[in-house]
């Protein structure tokens, strides 16, 4: 047997009150707001009847906590997967309004199609599905629940629908603690759904922490 349904979370707001790129930076948890998004996803899942029987995060603070709610909610334990990280990039640490003013840091935009500041696309959407596959082949029956970040996220929805990988950044569909559901269909994965359980609480929010 396998699992029936993969939901890909992406974690709540984080407190980032200086407003960095904050990329794979340790010490980045969720916000209070973030918590509550956190709340608000694990919520919906229950309210759908979803029968998570795992819950695997990347290994940065503010997917753990993210899992958390989920996790509790379903009485399961928090797994982790590296390869749900957050891609690296160059500007992590800094604000991008001052890094692209920086003359230095203009050799690493050369190519936005790669893009040539951080982890490749092509790399990032490889990582993803392959631990979509494990996680899918790996889980006897019921649901799981992947929470990872915005881009990764991404990625799985643009392979999936074929389409270009590179992509203007603030034209992503994928909101904090957003779910993104996915299922096999006996011979590839295809989405299945989308939803933003935390969308009534996502106004104003601080959502400027990865490229």
């Known amino acids: 047997m396998v699992a029936s349904l993969i939901h890909l979370v992406r974690h709540g707001e984080v407190h980032n009150p200086s407003r960095v ?20 996803a694990a919520a919906e899942l229950v309210e759908r009847g979803a029968n998570i ?3 695997i995060a ?4 503010r997917t753990q906590e993210s899992a958390a709610p989920i996790a509790a909610a379903f009485d399961v334990d928090v797994e982790t997967d590296e390869r749900l990280i957050e891609p690296f990039n160059h500007f992590e640490g800094s604000r991008m309004s001052r890094a692209l003013r920086n003359p230095r840091n203009w050799p690493s ?20 599905l392959v631990a979509i596959e494990d996680a899918w082949e790996s889980t006897e029956s019921g649901e799981v629940a992947l929470v990872s970040h915005q881009l990764p996220i991404w990625m799985v929805h643009s392979s999936l629908l074929g ?19 996915i299922e096999h269909n006996g011979r590839r994965f295809t989405e299945v759904d989308y939803d933003e359980p ?5 106004a104003g929010a601080n959502d400027v922490g990865a490229v």
Request: net charge positive; charged share 25%; proline share 10%.
């Open 109 to 128: 935009l050369r190519n936005p199609r790669k893009p040539s500041w951080g982890e490749p696309f092509s790399d990032i959407a490889a990582r993803m």
């Open 198 to 202: 935390a969308l009534m609480l996502t």
């Open 163 to 181: 389409i270009p990988l590179h992509h203007d950044p603030r034209k992503r569909r994928c909101s904090l603690s957003s779910i993104t559901t």
């Open 58 to 61: 990347s290994p940065l603070q």
């Open 21 to 40: 790129l904050y990329g794979r930076v340790p010490g980045f948890g969720l916000s209070d707001l973030g918590h509550r998004m956190a709340e608000a």
């Open 53 to 55: 029987t795992r819950v």
